[in-house]
Nanobody, 120 residues
Framework: QVQLVESGGGLVQPGGSLRLSCAAS????????LSWLRQGPGKGLEWISE????????YYADSVKGRFTISRDDAKNTMYLQMSSLKPEDTTMYHC?????????????WGQGTQVTVSS
């Protein structure tokens, strides 16, 4: 059974940094692309970043490009999201998910999320 567990969220001041982690189990981690999603108030989940197998390629939504960095450690079955230059509008719940921007909705597997709050 696929399990994705996010951690690392918290309260940070504008301009600060956080690193989110996603611990995975129940599938062959190194064989799949993975994504980070986030949810805004009153909105559904939106894709913000993905990393392909072997860390070959990474992609970002325009809203986070240049500020967030996605990475993975296949030996630890863990994916990360390093967030820098955080803004109040980054405040929301962050989720990790199986798949890429093209297919995460069809795969339908994401974690419960970790809350990030950017506030002074």
């Amino acid at each position: 059974q696929v399990q994705l567990v996010e951690s690392g969220g918290g309260l940070v001041q504008p301009g600060g940094s956080l690193r989110l982690s996603c611990a995975a189990s129940g599938f062959t981690f190194s064989n799949v692309a993975l994504s980070w999603l986030r949810q805004g108030p009153g909105k559904g989940l939106e894709w913000i970043s993905e990393i392909l197998t072997g860390s070959a390629s990474t992609y970002y939504a325009d809203s986070v490009k240049g500020r967030f960095t996605i990475s993975r450690d296949d030996a630890k079955n863990t994916m990360y999201l390093q967030m820098s230059s955080l803004k109040p509008e980054d405040t929301t719940m962050y989720h990790c998910a199986l798949g890429s921007a093209a297919n995460w909705t069809r795969l339908g597997s994401w974690g419960q999320g970790t809350q990030v709050t950017v506030s002074s």
